[in-house]
Protein backbone atom coordinates (compact mmCIF):
# COMPACT_ATOMS: atom_id res chain seq x y z
CA UNK A 1 0.00 0.00 0.00
CA UNK A 2 1.44 3.63 -0.81
CA UNK A 3 2.02 5.93 1.57
CA UNK A 4 1.24 9.78 1.24
CA UNK A 5 4.64 10.04 0.21
CA UNK A 6 4.94 7.65 -2.54
CA UNK A 7 1.33 9.03 -3.90
CA UNK A 8 2.99 12.43 -4.16
CA UNK A 9 5.45 11.27 -5.64
CA UNK A 10 3.73 9.06 -7.90
CA UNK A 11 1.65 11.88 -8.96
CA UNK A 12 4.79 14.32 -9.91
CA UNK A 13 6.46 11.65 -11.82
CA UNK A 14 2.94 11.10 -13.88
CA UNK A 15 2.67 14.58 -14.40
CA UNK A 16 6.08 15.07 -15.66
CA UNK A 17 5.75 12.02 -18.14
CA UNK A 18 2.68 13.41 -19.56
CA UNK A 19 4.31 16.74 -20.18
CA UNK A 20 7.17 14.89 -21.69
CA UNK A 21 5.21 12.98 -23.56
CA UNK A 22 3.59 16.07 -25.40
CA UNK A 23 7.44 18.06 -26.03
CA UNK A 24 6.25 20.13 -23.02
CA UNK A 25 9.29 21.00 -20.59
CA UNK A 26 9.23 20.44 -17.06
CA UNK A 27 10.76 22.13 -14.12
CA UNK A 28 12.42 25.03 -13.94
CA UNK A 29 13.12 24.71 -17.83
CA UNK A 30 8.72 25.38 -17.91
CA UNK A 31 9.65 28.82 -17.41
CA UNK A 32 10.71 30.07 -20.29
CA UNK A 33 11.31 34.07 -21.67
CA UNK A 34 7.67 34.24 -22.98
CA UNK A 35 5.89 32.06 -20.48
CA UNK A 36 7.76 33.93 -17.67
CA UNK A 37 6.42 37.31 -19.12
CA UNK A 38 3.16 35.72 -19.91
CA UNK A 39 2.86 35.13 -16.19
CA UNK A 40 4.69 38.19 -14.70
CA UNK A 41 1.84 40.62 -16.70
CA UNK A 42 -0.90 38.81 -15.12
CA UNK A 43 0.53 37.59 -11.74
CA UNK A 44 3.60 40.09 -11.08
CA UNK A 45 0.97 42.81 -10.13
CA UNK A 46 -1.59 40.76 -8.57
CA UNK A 47 -3.71 41.00 -5.23
CA UNK A 48 -2.72 38.47 -3.04
CA UNK A 49 -4.55 39.76 0.00
CA UNK A 50 -6.96 37.01 -0.37
CA UNK A 51 -4.27 34.94 0.95
CA UNK A 52 -1.61 36.77 2.60
CA UNK A 53 -4.03 37.91 5.43
CA UNK A 54 -3.39 34.40 7.27
CA UNK A 55 0.27 34.64 6.51
CA UNK A 56 0.38 38.27 7.66
CA UNK A 57 0.13 37.84 11.53
CA UNK A 58 3.74 35.58 11.26
CA UNK A 59 5.77 37.57 8.95
CA UNK A 60 8.56 38.95 11.07
CA UNK A 61 12.59 39.27 10.57
CA UNK A 62 14.03 36.67 8.75
CA UNK A 63 11.78 35.19 6.24
CA UNK A 64 12.18 32.40 3.51
CA UNK A 65 10.11 32.21 0.41
CA UNK A 66 10.19 29.01 -2.09
CA UNK A 67 9.25 29.84 -5.81
CA UNK A 68 8.94 33.50 -5.51
CA UNK A 69 7.90 34.33 -9.78
CA UNK A 70 7.93 37.61 -10.79
CA UNK A 71 7.15 38.72 -6.74
CA UNK A 72 3.32 38.89 -5.71
CA UNK A 73 4.13 37.46 -2.35
CA UNK A 74 7.67 39.10 -2.09
CA UNK A 75 6.37 42.25 -2.59
CA UNK A 76 4.11 42.11 1.14
CA UNK A 77 6.91 40.23 2.88
CA UNK A 78 9.06 43.27 1.96
CA UNK A 79 6.78 45.16 4.05
CA UNK A 80 6.21 42.92 6.75
CA UNK A 81 9.87 41.81 7.47
CA UNK A 82 13.19 42.41 8.13
CA UNK A 83 14.26 40.42 5.27
CA UNK A 84 13.45 37.89 3.02
CA UNK A 85 15.26 35.21 0.73
CA UNK A 86 13.60 33.97 -2.21
CA UNK A 87 14.85 31.46 -3.91
CA UNK A 88 13.98 30.83 -7.61
CA UNK A 89 14.68 28.31 -9.93
CA UNK A 90 13.35 29.94 -13.31
CA UNK A 91 16.34 32.42 -14.43
CA UNK A 92 14.08 34.32 -16.56
CA UNK A 93 11.51 34.64 -13.10
CA UNK A 94 14.62 35.95 -11.05
CA UNK A 95 14.95 38.41 -14.04
CA UNK A 96 11.47 39.80 -13.79
CA UNK A 97 11.56 39.69 -9.93
CA UNK A 98 14.30 41.82 -9.96
CA UNK A 99 13.06 44.20 -12.28
CA UNK A 100 9.61 44.56 -10.34
CA UNK A 101 11.18 45.25 -6.90
CA UNK A 102 14.43 46.76 -7.49
CA UNK A 103 17.93 46.38 -6.20
CA UNK A 104 17.27 46.26 -2.06
CA UNK A 105 19.19 45.38 0.49
CA UNK A 106 16.26 43.72 2.51
CA UNK A 107 16.26 41.61 -1.01
CA UNK A 108 18.57 37.92 -1.50
CA UNK A 109 17.53 36.44 -4.61
CA UNK A 110 19.13 33.16 -5.18
CA UNK A 111 18.84 31.64 -8.45
CA UNK A 112 18.14 27.84 -7.44
CA UNK A 113 15.47 24.92 -6.49
CA UNK A 114 14.71 24.60 -3.11
CA UNK A 115 15.87 20.92 -3.38
CA UNK A 116 19.29 22.19 -4.19
CA UNK A 117 18.79 24.77 -1.51
CA UNK A 118 18.37 22.68 1.26
CA UNK A 119 22.10 22.28 2.45
CA UNK A 120 21.97 26.14 2.57
CA UNK A 121 18.90 27.03 4.68
CA UNK A 122 19.57 28.75 7.74
CA UNK A 123 17.04 29.75 10.24
CA UNK A 124 13.80 31.67 9.53
CA UNK A 125 10.83 33.35 11.13
CA UNK A 126 8.81 32.22 8.54
CA UNK A 127 8.71 30.06 5.33
CA UNK A 128 6.07 30.36 2.32
CA UNK A 129 5.49 28.12 -0.71
CA UNK A 130 2.50 29.73 -2.32
CA UNK A 131 1.44 27.44 -5.20
CA UNK A 132 4.81 26.05 -6.03
CA UNK A 133 5.09 22.67 -4.24
CA UNK A 134 2.82 20.05 -6.24
CA UNK A 135 6.07 20.07 -9.20
CA UNK A 136 8.37 18.73 -5.96
CA UNK A 137 8.99 15.12 -6.21
CA UNK A 138 11.43 15.31 -2.88
CA UNK A 139 8.43 16.75 -1.04
CA UNK A 140 9.44 15.01 2.61
CA UNK A 141 12.71 15.93 2.05
CA UNK A 142 11.86 19.99 1.25
CA UNK A 143 8.83 19.87 4.14
CA UNK A 144 10.85 18.32 6.70
CA UNK A 145 14.12 20.65 6.00
CA UNK A 146 12.28 23.94 5.86
CA UNK A 147 9.92 23.07 9.10
CA UNK A 148 12.76 22.26 10.90
CA UNK A 149 14.51 25.41 10.05
CA UNK A 150 11.60 27.96 10.28
CA UNK A 151 9.39 28.76 12.95
CA UNK A 152 6.04 29.06 10.98
CA UNK A 153 5.72 27.60 7.14
CA UNK A 154 3.03 28.93 5.60
CA UNK A 155 2.15 26.76 2.24
CA UNK A 156 -0.58 27.90 -0.08
CA UNK A 157 -2.22 25.95 -2.35
CA UNK A 158 -5.00 24.40 -3.90
CA UNK A 159 -7.73 22.26 -2.41
CA UNK A 160 -8.24 19.62 -5.34
CA UNK A 161 -6.26 19.31 -8.53
CA UNK A 162 -9.45 18.47 -10.80
CA UNK A 163 -9.00 19.42 -14.40
CA UNK A 164 -11.20 22.44 -14.38
CA UNK A 165 -14.01 21.69 -17.50
CA UNK A 166 -12.41 24.56 -19.68
CA UNK A 167 -8.81 23.05 -19.35
CA UNK A 168 -10.55 19.81 -20.43
CA UNK A 169 -12.00 21.26 -22.68
CA UNK A 170 -9.37 23.37 -24.70
CA UNK A 171 -6.48 20.26 -23.98
CA UNK A 172 -8.63 17.65 -26.14
CA UNK A 173 -10.33 20.19 -28.22
CA UNK A 174 -7.38 22.09 -29.41
CA UNK A 175 -4.76 20.36 -28.08
CA UNK A 176 -5.82 17.12 -29.52
CA UNK A 177 -5.32 15.20 -25.93
CA UNK A 178 -7.40 11.83 -25.81
CA UNK A 179 -7.33 12.79 -21.83
CA UNK A 180 -5.94 16.06 -20.05
CA UNK A 181 -2.54 15.85 -18.42
CA UNK A 182 -2.40 14.10 -15.00
CA UNK A 183 -3.63 15.86 -11.55
CA UNK A 184 -0.76 17.25 -9.73
CA UNK A 185 -0.77 16.70 -6.19
CA UNK A 186 -3.33 18.77 -4.21
CA UNK A 187 -3.98 20.11 -0.95
CA UNK A 188 -5.36 16.47 0.56
CA UNK A 189 -2.23 15.25 -0.70
CA UNK A 190 0.04 17.50 0.95
CA UNK A 191 -1.85 17.09 4.66
CA UNK A 192 -1.11 13.38 4.04
CA UNK A 193 2.06 13.89 3.99
CA UNK A 194 2.19 16.62 6.96
CA UNK A 195 0.90 13.97 9.21
CA UNK A 196 3.18 11.32 7.89
CA UNK A 197 6.39 13.91 8.67
CA UNK A 198 4.37 14.28 12.08
CA UNK A 199 4.04 17.90 11.48
CA UNK A 200 1.69 20.30 13.50
CA UNK A 201 -0.56 22.52 11.25
CA UNK A 202 -3.45 24.87 11.15
CA UNK A 203 -5.76 25.05 7.54
CA UNK A 204 -7.73 27.67 6.79
CA UNK A 205 -9.56 28.14 3.85
CA UNK A 206 -9.01 31.05 1.64
CA UNK A 207 -12.33 32.94 -0.45
CA UNK A 208 -9.84 33.72 -3.37
CA UNK A 209 -12.16 35.82 -6.37
CA UNK A 210 -12.45 34.58 -9.60
CA UNK A 211 -13.40 37.22 -11.70
CA UNK A 212 -10.15 39.56 -11.73
CA UNK A 213 -9.94 40.10 -15.39
CA UNK A 214 -10.97 43.30 -17.15
CA UNK A 215 -12.47 41.88 -20.42
CA UNK A 216 -13.38 38.70 -21.72
CA UNK A 217 -10.18 39.33 -24.10
CA UNK A 218 -7.86 39.43 -21.27
CA UNK A 219 -9.58 35.63 -20.11
CA UNK A 220 -8.76 34.31 -23.55
CA UNK A 221 -5.13 35.94 -23.15
CA UNK A 222 -4.42 34.13 -19.72
CA UNK A 223 -5.52 31.57 -21.06
CA UNK A 224 -3.54 31.08 -24.63
CA UNK A 225 -0.81 31.96 -22.38
CA UNK A 226 -1.28 29.15 -20.11
CA UNK A 227 -1.79 25.96 -22.62
CA UNK A 228 0.47 27.82 -24.67
CA UNK A 229 -1.81 28.02 -27.63
CA UNK A 230 -0.43 29.30 -31.13
CA UNK A 231 -1.38 32.66 -32.03
CA UNK A 232 -3.08 31.28 -35.15
CA UNK A 233 -5.77 29.54 -33.23
CA UNK A 234 -7.08 31.83 -30.96
CA UNK A 235 -10.02 32.12 -32.93
CA UNK A 236 -10.78 28.12 -32.08
CA UNK A 237 -9.86 28.82 -28.26
CA UNK A 238 -12.63 32.01 -27.89
CA UNK A 239 -15.36 29.46 -28.93
CA UNK A 240 -14.02 26.82 -27.29
CA UNK A 241 -13.75 29.58 -23.72
CA UNK A 242 -17.04 31.12 -24.85
CA UNK A 243 -19.31 29.04 -22.84
CA UNK A 244 -16.90 29.13 -19.46
CA UNK A 245 -16.06 32.85 -19.03
CA UNK A 246 -18.12 34.09 -16.87
CA UNK A 247 -18.68 38.06 -15.48
CA UNK A 248 -19.40 39.72 -12.16
CA UNK A 249 -19.68 43.28 -10.89
CA UNK A 250 -17.68 44.25 -14.19
CA UNK A 251 -14.64 41.82 -14.30
CA UNK A 252 -14.28 38.36 -15.93
CA UNK A 253 -13.33 34.93 -14.86
CA UNK A 254 -12.93 30.61 -15.01
CA UNK A 255 -14.98 28.94 -12.76
CA UNK A 256 -12.16 26.47 -11.44
CA UNK A 257 -13.75 24.50 -8.77
CA UNK A 258 -10.44 24.83 -7.10
CA UNK A 259 -10.55 26.58 -3.90
CA UNK A 260 -7.29 27.52 -2.18
CA UNK A 261 -6.36 26.61 1.23
CA UNK A 262 -3.52 28.15 3.64
CA UNK A 263 -1.76 25.60 5.88
CA UNK A 264 0.32 27.19 8.47
CA UNK A 265 3.27 23.84 10.16
CA UNK A 266 4.43 24.84 13.06
CA UNK A 267 8.30 24.13 13.83
CA UNK A 268 8.53 20.74 16.13
CA UNK A 269 8.95 21.93 19.59
CA UNK A 270 7.52 25.19 19.58
Same mark, same amino acid.
Given at each position: ?????????????????ARAREGES???????????????????? !?????????????????????????????????????????????????????????????????????????????? =??????????????????????????????????? !?????????????????????????????????????????? =?????????????? !??????????????IPAERRAE??????????????? =???????????????????
Amino acid at each position: MLTAIDRWKAKVRAARAARAREGESTGARHWDGDRAAWFNRFAGQ !SDRSHTYRFVEPHVRGRVLEIGPGPGAYTRLLLRDAEHVVAVEPSHFMVQFLRKNLGDRTDLTIVESTIEDYLDRLET =YDLALAANVLSGIERIDDVLGAVAARSNVLAIVMW !SNARTPDWSRDVQTRLLGRVEPQPNMPDHDDLLGVLDELGLT =YDVHPADVPIHTFE !SRDEVVDWVQGFHGIPAERRAELERVLAPHIAGQGGK =YGLPSGRDTRVVLVRRPGL
